[in-house]
């Protein structure tokens, strides 16, 4: 009940081409659910972060769509570059009472020029 | 703002050593996570803080591992007696719980821990 569900494991793009990583979740608790880019040796940064109560949101390159009666979410970058090639995860937060975040194990993407 | 600093980035240590590390949060966040990742996962939440108390601990911190926030600024992560399976990413992550409910949490470079 508190596993976050991502897939797929590895995804290769093309150059301009769109990436989509997804997500589901068991646990209708959750309450706020961030995607993290990560580089090798670098921590996970956050990308950007939807709460259930919104079907969509965009910043930039980056959407989230969110099915809160699927309870999936998925990323998306449009115009897919080089430099996103990191591996990216979902979380979800179990309650805002304490901000722990579950993590998804995470997709390598890999855009090639 | 410096963002979250972890010290020391690598440790290489000896199976049955002890071991300490340290994370500096951004100077005005109340909560500090830890957070332990290993090669090709997620990071798993270990603990947080909430200023100086130590308010949830994982089922996966064993009595081998302990955390402490002295005056509710930096914190240090101690490993007792080091096991193999300690090798791990060890990621600190701090946030502020203001009026706004969503607030991020960022996270430090982490400490590498290698076991010999």
């Known amino acids: 009940q508190q596993q976050v569900k991502q897939s797929p494991q590895s995804l290769i793009v093309q150059k301009g081409g769109i990436s989509i990583i997804n997500c589901a979740y068991e646990?209708?608790?959750?309450?706020?659910f961030p995607w993290y880019q990560q580089f090798p040796g670098k921590g996970p940064a956050l990308l950007i972060a939807?709460?259930?109560?919104?079907s969509e949101k965009k910043e930039g390159r980056f959407t989230i769509s969110f099915n809160k009666s699927a309870k999936q979410f998925s990323l998306h970058i449009m115009d897919s570059q080089p430099g996103d090639s990191a591996t990216y995860f979902c979380a979800a937060r179990g309650s805002s009472n304490t901000g722990k975040l579950i993590f998804g194990q995470g997709t390598t993407l890999q855009v090639k020029p | 703002d410096t963002g979250v600093s972890q010290n020391p980035r690598h440790k290489i240590t000896k199976r049955g050593q002890n071991v300490t590390f340290r994370c500096d949060p951004i100077?005005?966040?109340?909560?500090l996570y830890w957070y332990r990742q290993t090669l090709g996962q997620g990071p798993e939440f270990l603990t947080y803080?909430?200023?100086?108390?130590?308010?949830?601990k994982s089922r996966l911190l064993s009595d081998r591992f302990s955390a402490e926030r002295p005056k509710g600024s930096f914190s240090t992560l101690e490993i007792q007696r080091t096991e193999q399976g300690d090798s791990a990413m060890y990621l600190c992550?701090?946030?502020?719980?203001?009026?706004?409910?969503?607030?991020?949490?960022?996270f430090g470079d982490g400490t590498r821990l290698s076991i010999l």
């Open positions: 939807i709460r259930p109560d919104v």
């Open positions: 803080f909430q200023n100086e108390a130590q308010l949830e």
């Open positions: 646990n209708t608790a959750f309450d706020y």
């Open positions: 100077s005005e966040h109340n909560r």
């Open positions: 992550a701090s946030s502020w719980t203001g009026t706004g409910r969503d607030q991020p949490q960022h």
